[in-house]
C-alpha cells in the first residue's frame, strides 16, 4: 500500500492549512494578551455562534461532553429522572446524562435517517421521564416538528445534541434552535472543530443560561462566591480564537461536504450500496457519510488494502455494551438499531476532499461489488 495514496476518513489538519495565516495570528493575539481563559475571545465567539445559530444565549464549555450534562442539570435533571435518547449514538450522549444521575431511556432509530424514530418516545414515557435528548446524528436533524408536539403535550425537556450538527436545518430552521437548550462539540474532526477539546450550549432562555454559567465555573456569579453546586468546564481563548476564524469558513465547508456527498450518492447508488437518504425539508450536514450494506466487514477489510480509511459509527450499540449492562437491555431490543451496527460503514468526507479521492473510493467499491457479485 503507497500510504502517500491512502485517503483519510478525516482531515482536521486540512482545515487549519485552508486559514493557517488568519489561525496562527489570532494565536499569537491570545498568547500576547495574558488572558487564556474565560476572555474577551470566549465572550465573543460565544456571541457569534449564538447568532450563527440563531439562539439568544451561547455558553462556552469545556467539551461536547460537558455541554450536555451541564445543559441536563440546568434543566433540574437528577437521580431518579428518566432522560429518552437513541441507543445508536457517540457513547457521551448516554454518558452526559448518567452523570446527570438520571437513567437513559434508549429507544429505537428511523431505518432511513438513523436518527431517532419519533414514533417510538411516547411508548417510553413514564412518570419519571423528564426530557427528551434528540441526537442529529451524521449531520441529520431528527423530526424535531414531531418530537416538539410530543414533548409540549407531556411537559418534557427538550435537550439537543448538536455535537454532528453545526449548520443542519430541518424545515429551514437550524439544530439547536428546536428544543429548550442545545449543546455542540467542537473536538478537532466535528464540522467546527477547535485543536483540542472545546464545547458551548445554547439556549433561549435567560434562566437556562445564568444556570448553565454558574454551572460551568463552580456556582459562581462573582468570583469565590458559589451559590450552588458547580464544576469547572470553561472554553479556553486559544480555541475560541481559533474557532471564531474557522465559523466564518463553515456554511462553505457545510456545502463543500453536501456536494461531496452528492456524488458519492449519485455514483454508489447504481452499485447496490445503500446511501444516505435525505427527508423532505432537511438539509443535513453530513459530519459523517455512512453506507450500508450487508457485507460491511468484508468492504472495509478491501477499502482498508488499497489504502481507503474508513470507520464504524458505531460498531456496538449502546445498550448492548458491557458498560451499560446495568440499564436492563437485551439483544433484540432495538432491531433496527442492532441491523444498522452490523451494515454501516463511514466513508472518507471532508470538505477538502478532492474530487479524484472520491472517484477512487467509487471505483474501489464497485471492483468490490462486482468480485463480491461473482462468488
Ligand atoms: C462528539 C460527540 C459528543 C461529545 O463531544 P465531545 O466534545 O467529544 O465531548 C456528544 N454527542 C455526539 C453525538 C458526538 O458526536
Not at 482531515?11 to 495574558?34: F, N, Q, T, W
Request: glycine share 8%; with cysteine.
Amino acid at each position: 500500500m503507497d500510504l502517500a495514496l491512502s485517503i483519510p476518513l478525516t482531515h482536521p489538519k486540512a482545515s487549519y492549512l485552508a486559514c493557517k495565516e488568519e489561525i496562527d495570528a489570532a494565536i499569537k493575539r491570545v498568547m500576547e494578551s495574558g488572558r487564556y481563559i474565560l476572555g474577551q475571545e470566549v465572550k465573543a465567539f460565544e456571541q457569534e455562534f449564538a447568532a450563527y445559530i440563531g439562539v439568544r444565549f451561547g455558553i462556552g464549555v469545556g467539551s461536547g461532553t460537558e455541554a450536555l450534562h451541564i445543559a441536563l442539570r440546568a434543566c433540574g435533571i437528577q437521580s431518579g429522572d428518566e432522560v429518552i435518547t437513541v441507543s445508536h449514538t457517540a457513547v457521551a450522549t448516554v454518558a452526559a446524562i448518567q452523570l446527570s444521575g438520571a437513567r437513559p431511556i434508549l429507544i429505537d432509530i428511523d431505518r432511513d435517517t438513523l436518527v431517532m424514530d419519533v414514533s417510538q418516545i411516547e411508548r417510553a414515557i413514564t412518570p419519571r421521564t423528564k426530557a427528551i435528548l434528540p441526537v442529529h446524528l451524521y449531520g441529520n436533524v431528527v423530526d424535531m416538528k414531531s418530537l416538539r408536539s410530543i414533548s409540549e403535550s407531556h411537559g418534557l425537556w427538550v435537550i439537543e445534541d448538536c455535537a454532528q450538527s453545526h449548520g443542519a436545518t430541518h424545515q429551514g430552521q437550524k439544530s439547536g434552535t428546536w428544543g429548550n437548550i442545545a449543546a455542540f462539540s467542537f473536538y478537532p474532526t466535528k464540522n467546527l472543530g477547535a485543536f483540542g477539546d472545546g464545547g458551548m450550549v445554547l439556549t433561549n432562555d435567560p434562566e437556562l443560561d445564568e444556570r448553565v454559567r454558574l454551572l460551568r465555573e463552580y456556582g459562581w456569579r462573582q468570583r469565590y462566591i458559589s451559590e450552588i453546586l458547580g464544576l469547572n468546564s470553561r472554553l479556553d481563548e486559544l480555541q475560541a480564537t481559533i474557532l471564531r476564524v474557522k465559523l466564518k469558513h463553515l456554511d462553505q465547508w457545510n456545502e463543500e461536504r453536501r456536494k461531496k456527498a452528492k456524488i458519492y450518492t449519485e455514483r454508489l447508488t447504481s452499485l447496490g450500496i445503500v446511501c444516505p437518504s435525505e427527508k423532505a425539508g432537511a438539509l443535513p450536514v453530513y459530519h459523517l457519510y455512512v453506507i450500508r450494506t450487508e457485507k460491511r466487514d468484508a468492504l472495509q477489510m478491501f477499502l482498508k488494502a488499497k489504502g481507503i480509511e474508513t470507520l464504524v459509527h458505531y460498531p456496538i450499540p449502546i445498550h448492548l455494551q458491557n458498560a451499560y449492562k446495568g440499564l436492563g437491555y437485551r439483544k433484540g431490543d432495538l432491531p433496527v438499531t442492532e441491523q444498522c451496527a452490523s451494515e454501516i460503514l463511514s466513508l472518507p468526507l471532508f470538505p477538502e476532499l478532492k474530487e479524484d479521492e472520491i472517484e477512487r473510493v467509487v471505483e474501489s467499491i464497485r471492483s468490490f461489488m462486482k468480485a463480491a457479485s461473482i462468488k
